[in-house]
């Protein structure tokens, strides 16, 4: 089984040459639960005028976070890939703010992974962003199965 | 009766060019994932060339889901934006006008956007298109397909309703 926690959510996320341009990092990991932070960058401005991120940094982070809980299910054996992903948009993130992100999969059928994702940014009353989807992924080999 | 004379060619094509590429230089982030444009007439396609940073799957290698996300998200607000100023732009009035400091219109808000993941995205540039399935007063509803060798192999697709500025 593999090991589940913070330094092994967080070297997910250093294998991902996308991730790591964003200094994207792990701030809390569970069994099949990931939280996680993008740091406020002024490159990934999606709208001048208001100094907002861009929507499509927000889907890097989501879908990041929901993978990492992919990951981090007990079921998970390694490799695995979005099927696919439905965002809400909330509101606008503050410009200046880091935005945390907190994916849960909530369900695992034999090779499909269903998440759900919520992020915030300074203001946690309200969430930017929720999402949704499902992933793809290879079973933990029948070996590596604790004894029943 | 008088006819107007048709406007020369080449002011015609400066003026969307000038247009278009002041939308999209104008976003950091479009600059920051290399996103350009190419246009015939009025229809834009996206191209995402690749780069090593967009990867998101080391082991394939794969670009990162979110990657595509985004890149489909920034060719459905550019199309949005575009097929809106077009007829701005069109109406007449163009010789009076400025272009290369006209202020452009404000940025339309995504609401939701679905994303299908058809295909790993391979390490080679991607394109897309997008198409306004409709657009009313205060929101629209935009599908985008992505391919890479095979306009007809989508190796993603989104649709995405957006809140259009007052």
Redesign the interface.
Known sequence: MPQIGKAEAQKFVDRLPHCRELNIRVEDAAPAQVSMSLPYDARLIGDPDTGVIHGGAVSVLMDTCAGASVRMHPENGGALATLDLRIDYMRAAKPGDSILAEAKCFHVTRTVAFIRVRAWDSDTSVPVATASGAFTFTPISKSERPPA | MSRQRPEPVQAIKERRDSVLRRMTN????I???GVEFERRGDELTAILPYK????????LP?I????T???L??ASITELTWSNFWEVMESGGGAETDWSTEPLP??P?????????LR?GLPRDAYARARVNRSGRRYASVHVEAWQDNRSRLFAQATGHFLMPE
């Not at chain 2, 990162?64 to 990657?67: A, D, E, K, S, T």
């Open positions: 104008s976003i950091p982030y600059q920051f994932l090593d940073m967009l990867i998101g799957n080391p082991e794969a990162h889901g979110g990657v996300s985004a890149f998200e920034v404000p940025l808000k995504t609401i939701d956007f679905t994303v299908d993941f790993p």
